[in-house]
């Protein structure tokens, strides 16, 4: 009986394990380029790590901000990063996963080290953890970068709330978000947090811009 149980169990997870495997999902990445007639001699890389697409669009809105506060923008993925030494400040931005930050966007770190600390670099976050905008929350969310301040001490950090699409999720973790971990569907995004975190974030990076 105990047997047959077991098989079943195991027969459910390998059905789950296909489910997953045919359901994944795969997000459109952006490379971006914005402010391209700026009179800046100076230029951002804005550059972030996604699993559903969120952390994206908050790149980008906070590339287009940078932008029209007079600065030269690359907006792209960590891993479509080839060669830092073209910038002269570094925006660094990841979802956050099972209380981390992305893989790919501290091995960014870890590969480019040597270079970003002779450059002003800002972090931030996208997560579902600050839907709730309390100081506990905003405790929990600041510490998900301390990995990456141990190798690189940023100039300031942006805590932001995520957007929860099961439709972006695979299978397995739809299950485990939606009726386990039990995180509500919705966009909890405050644009205009983000933007106003840009605008002022360029003195910060080094980045004046030119009086005419």
Excluded at 47 to 54: F, H, K, T
Excluded at 80 to 101: F, H, T
Excluded at 142 to 148: F, G, Q, T, V
Excluded at 171 to 200: C, M, Q
């Amino acid at each position: 009986m105990k047997l047959r149980i077991l098989n079943y169990w195991m027969m459910g997870f390998m059905t789950l394990l296909v489910f997953s495997a045919c359901n994944d999902q795969t997000i459109k990445l952006i490379d971006k380029r914005y402010g391209e007639n700026s009179t800046m001699t100076k230029k951002i890389l804005v550059a972030y790590g996604s699993r559903a697409g969120s952390t994206i669009e908050v790149a980008d809105a906070i590339g287009k901000t940078l932008a029209a506060g007079g600065a030269a923008v690359d907006v792209k993925s960590v891993k479509d990063v080839k060669d830092i030494k073209i910038y002269q400040a570094i925006v660094l931005g990841s979802a956050i996963r099972k209380g981390q930050i992305l893989p790919e966007v501290t091995s960014f770190v870890q590969a480019n080290k040597t270079e970003l600390q002779k450059l002003p670099v800002a972090y931030f976050i996208v997560g579902m953890t600050l839907r709730e905008n309390t100081e506990e929350k905003r405790k929990i969310a600041n510490a998900y970068l301390d990995p990456l301040r141990t190798m690189i001490n940023p100039v300031d950090t942006g805590l932001f709330a995520g957007k929860m699409d099961y439709s972006s999720l695979d299978f397995i973790s739809k299950v485990i978000v939606k009726y386990l971990v039990r995180v509500p569907e919705g966009d909890y995004r405050d644009w205009t947090v983000i933007k106003n975190w840009a605008t002022h974030l360029l003195p910060k990076l080094g980045i004046i811009k030119n009086q005419t």
